[in-house]
């Protein structure tokens, strides 16, 4: 079992919440307010830019060439292409990057963000991948098994380019190799003593994904 699955599995409570959150099921169902899937994405949008400063964390960390260069490739697909999937999307409620980097972070958005900054300063590179790790590999499986369960009415769900980018070979790979780059770390850093520090950290981050779903569905109430 690799570390990400021995992960998943001792963390199933809160994977599963995270997962199979109901703004995921909506999404997926395309029933989802608009209004939630927009607060959602503008959040993610800044997310991703402290996401950004983690995989640069990462290249301080790393302690060969070859980590560093997984690092910056992490850093260059948010910044080349996660980013602009947000904008393209945005751009349909003609929203522009000025207004979007202008919003505020909300709570759930901050607690995410710098749970993961922290964790990767206080500690090393495995550290930080498994802080990233459900972000990285989970939007993987969700935009996956989204697409093979709603195959049949896919092409009329008003979210189906999200669930496309993440379903898609691009990001299946990215995913895929995070897996690798991350049981690589392991073999260097993991003993079975600290592997109970790993279980929490992901854990917790599972928990802080969970969070960002509900924010967006909590959005909706806001709005009203």
């Given at each position: 079992?690799d570390?990400?699955?021995?992960?998943?599995?001792?963390?199933?409570?809160?994977?599963?919440?995270?997962?199979?959150?109901?703004?995921?099921?909506?999404?997926?169902?395309?029933?989802?307010?608009?209004?939630?899937?927009?607060?959602?994405?503008?959040?993610d949008?800044?997310?991703?830019?402290?996401?950004?400063?983690?995989?640069?964390?990462?290249?301080?960390?790393?302690?060969?060439?070859?980590?560093?260069?997984?690092?910056?490739?992490?850093?260059?697909?948010?910044?080349?292409?996660?980013?602009?999937?947000?904008?393209e999307?945005?751009?349909?409620?003609?929203?522009?990057r000025?207004?979007?980097?202008?919003?505020?972070?909300?709570?759930?958005?901050?607690?995410?963000?710098?749970f993961?900054?922290?964790?990767?300063?206080?500690?090393?590179?495995?550290?930080?991948?498994?802080?990233?790790?459900?972000?990285?590999?989970?939007?993987?499986?969700?935009?996956?098994?989204?697409?093979?369960?709603?195959?049949?009415?896919?092409?009329?769900?008003?979210?189906?380019?999200?669930?496309?980018?993440?379903?898609?070979?691009?990001?299946?790979?990215?995913?895929?190799?995070?897996?690798?780059?991350?049981?690589?770390?392991?073999?260097?850093?993991?003993?079975?003593?600290?592997?109970?520090?790993?279980?929490?950290?992901?854990?917790?981050?599972?928990i802080?994904?969970?969070?960002?779903?509900?924010?967006?569905?909590?959005?909706?109430?806001?709005?009203?």
């Amino acid at each position: 079992m690799d570390l990400f699955q021995r992960l998943k599995t001792d963390a199933r409570p809160e994977w599963s919440a995270y997962v199979s959150h109901e703004f995921v099921e909506q999404l997926g169902a395309g029933s989802l307010p608009e209004g939630c899937f927009r607060h959602y994405l503008v959040q993610d949008y800044l997310f991703l830019i402290q996401f950004a400063r983690a995989y640069a964390l990462g290249v301080y960390k790393s302690p060969t060439i070859d980590d560093m260069r997984a690092s910056l490739e992490g850093v260059k697909a948010i910044l080349d292409t996660e980013l602009d999937l947000h904008i393209e999307l945005c751009a349909g409620w003609g929203m522009t990057r000025p207004m979007i980097e202008a919003a505020e972070e909300d709570r759930p958005t901050m607690a995410y963000t710098r749970f993961v900054l922290e964790t990767g300063m206080a500690g090393d590179l495995l550290d930080l991948q498994v802080a990233l790790a459900p972000c990285i590999i989970g939007y993987a499986e969700i935009g996956a098994d989204l697409k093979k369960r709603h195959t049949a009415k896919i092409a009329g769900n008003p979210y189906r380019r999200w669930i496309e980018e993440y379903a898609g070979d691009l990001y299946q790979e990215l995913a895929r190799e995070f897996g690798i780059w991350m049981d690589k770390s392991a073999k260097i850093y993991l003993t079975e003593s600290r592997y109970p520090r790993l279980a929490t950290i992901f854990r917790k981050a599972s928990i802080l994904e969970a969070d960002f779903w509900q924010m967006g569905l909590d959005a909706e109430a806001t709005q009203r």
